[in-house]
């Protein structure tokens, strides 16, 4: 069972700060958002400073676009070697399909960036991944890939000297064609915003994807949105603060697909999707620079671990 940090904001102190109080406080991944608006910073040079403060927490960006128009697959690829290098294996590669178009066309269109319709996506993912994956195993051989979105003409990446552990791969998916890509390449399945129920029924349909000619020990991570408080009163503040800065619709769904309470509530709540299967928490708080959210959470963690 492991408990991960989604970290977003441009203040770069508090980040580090959080990074290093996560690690303290025994959480095994620290993710920081990734986005051209101005609700983050670079991600990748944000990580990479973090390296060493840090000795043995998971590291990586709460997602990795693939889109050729962002950034460029090769180029891409040596980032995250170098950056496996660098963490001695402390890079998760978190990526998948992204969210739908309706809502995430607002964050790419202003920058001139063409925000495919789901089964281009999809298509992307799948190729994506197949080109990071020959590129990451290029030691020996040149790689030739020639596909509707990417293409290698025989190209390879060796860094001299230098052995690189294997990168896992996170891939996010709810539909059936994602989480078959998922089954196909990932060393982590993960789903976000959805119930204990939800999550089995997805569950009992990404094992029979998986087979018995894949990976059978795909860990199982679920994202969710977290809303702590000692007591009722300031739950309720808690609340109503979260519903001015994201609408009353979004705390409901939180109600109902997220984890919102006090401790010993969220802990019970943990437990019905530990039950479920999930092995792996992507936890994103209200405030994420919000220590004392962050210690709540921290008894809960020591109480189930």
């Known amino acids: 069972m492991k408990f991960c940090l989604e970290i977003w904001g441009t203040n770069y102190e508090k ?3 959080m990074c290093v109080f996560a690690e303290k406080s025994g959480y095994d991944g620290f993710f920081y958002g990734e986005a051209l608006t101005d609700i983050d910073l670079d991600c990748w040079t944000v990580l990479s400073s973090l390296i060493n403060i840090t000795r043995k927490i998971k590291i990586g960006p709460v997602i990795t676009y693939l889109f050729p128009e962002y950034r460029n697959i090769t180029l891409l690829a040596k980032q995250a070697m170098t950056f496996q290098n660098l963490t001695k294996g402390r890079l ?9 178009l309706q809502y995430s066309i607002q964050w790419w269109h202003p920058f001139g960036i063409e925000y495919l319709k789901a089964f281009e996506r999809v298509e992307l993912l799948d190729e994506g991944l197949q080109v990071l994956i020959k590129l990451w195993n290029s030691k020996m051989s040149s790689v030739k890939f020639e596909g509707k979105y990417f293409k290698l003409n025989s190209a390879s990446i060796k860094i001299p000297n230098i052995v690189i552990e294997k990168i896992p791969i996170t891939v996010a998916a709810k539909k059936k064609k994602a989480m078959a890509i998922a089954a196909k390449y990932a060393d982590i399945w993960e789903c976000s915003y959805i119930s204990p129920i939800e999550f089995l029924k997805l569950n009992n349909e ?16 679920i994202e969710l949105d977290v809303v702590i408080a000692e007591s009722d009163t300031d739950l309720k503040y808690k609340e109503k603060i979260f519903a001015m800065e994201r609408a009353p619709h979004i705390l409901h769904q939180i109600k109902k697909y ?12 943990i437990n019905e ?3 479920v299967g999930v092995t792996q928490f992507l936890l994103s708080f209200q405030d994420p620079f919000d220590k004392n ?4 959470f921290n008894d809960v963690m020591n109480a189930i671990k």
């Open 15 to 17: 980040i580090k700060e």
């Open 92 to 100: 998760e590669f978190r990526t998948g399909a992204g969210a739908t």
């Open 206 to 221: 990404f094992t029979h994807l998986i087979g018995k000619d894949t990976n059978p020990k795909i860990e199982k991570s």
């Open 258 to 269: 997220g984890l919102i309470g006090k401790p010993r509530d969220i802990g019970e709540r």
């Open 273 to 275: 999707y530990l039950k």
């Open 293 to 296: 959210s962050l210690c709540l």
